[in-house]
Structures are given as structure tokens and as C-alpha cells.
Nanobody, 125 residues
Framework: QVQVEESGGGWVQPGGSLRLSCATS????????VGWFRQPPGKEREFVAG??????APIYANAVKGRFTIARDKNTLYLQIHNLIPADTAAYFC????????????????????WGQGTHITVSS
């Protein structure tokens, strides 16, 4: 089991920045693929970014490329967000898989076994 807990959300004005953190504990040696998803109000959960421990460059959704950066430091995952826009308003979730997912699978939420409770970002003026 891997325990996952997100933090760092909040209210921010358009154009602002935030850094989300995802602390993990438990069987963290099994964390091969990690990702961030988000769920805007009234919409389905969508992939934001992901990275794998052993291979490949990080993967980003088109809507966030150039503004979001995913990083991993041992057992903590980060999502640095710049130039926030109202469309970024959502609950953000950290997800972990014990498998080294192929690139095309990383955007599928059902490929991840462990999830946090989420942290909310609201972007408005």
C-alpha cells in the first residue's frame, strides 16, 4: 500500500502561480509511475501530467504544456503551476501506480492504484 496526500491548493488570481505537493508513504519503493489529475467542477477527471521512475520524459496534457511542471524528489511529487487561468480551477489529485506505465497509458486514471483525497485550486479575480 502507498498512502498519498496532496497539499498546496488555494485561491489565486489569474496569472498567479502555485506549487502542489504530494507526500507519499508506505511501500514507496513500488512507485514506478506517478501522475497528477484534476477534476473541474461538474466535469470528469482529466489527466494533467505524469512521470515514470525509470524511463521517459514527463508527459503533459496539451492544455497545461508550458505552464505546468511535474517533478519528483524521492517520495514527494510536485506540480509547479505558472500563469494560472480560470479553466485551471479544479480539484487536483495525485496518483501512483506500481507499474512502469507506457506513455500512452499514463493519461488513463484507471491505470493508477493509489490516490490522494485531492487539493483544490480556485483561479478567479
Amino acid at each position: 500500500q502507498v498512502q498519498v496526500e496532496e497539499s498546496g491548493g488555494g485561491w489565486v488570481q489569474p496569472g498567479g502561480s502555485l506549487r502542489l505537493s504530494c507526500a507519499t508513504s508506505g511501500r514507496t519503493f513500488s512507485m514506478n509511475s506517478v501522475g497528477w489529475f484534476r477534476q473541474p467542477p461538474g466535469k470528469e477527471r482529466e489527466f494533467v501530467a505524469g512521470t515514470r521512475k525509470t524511463s521517459g520524459a514527463p508527459i503533459y496534457a496539451n492544455a497545461v504544456k508550458g505552464r505546468f511542471t511535474i517533478a519528483r524528489d524521492k517520495n514527494t511529487l510536485y506540480l509547479q503551476i505558472h500563469n494560472l487561468i480560470p479553466a485551471d480551477t479544479a480539484a487536483y489529485f495525485c496518483a501512483v501506480s506500481a507499474r512502469n506505465l507506457i506513455a500512452s497509458s499514463m493519461s488513463s486514471w484507471n491505470q493508477y492504484e493509489y490516490w490522494g483525497q485531492g487539493t483544490h485550486i480556485t483561479v478567479s479575480s
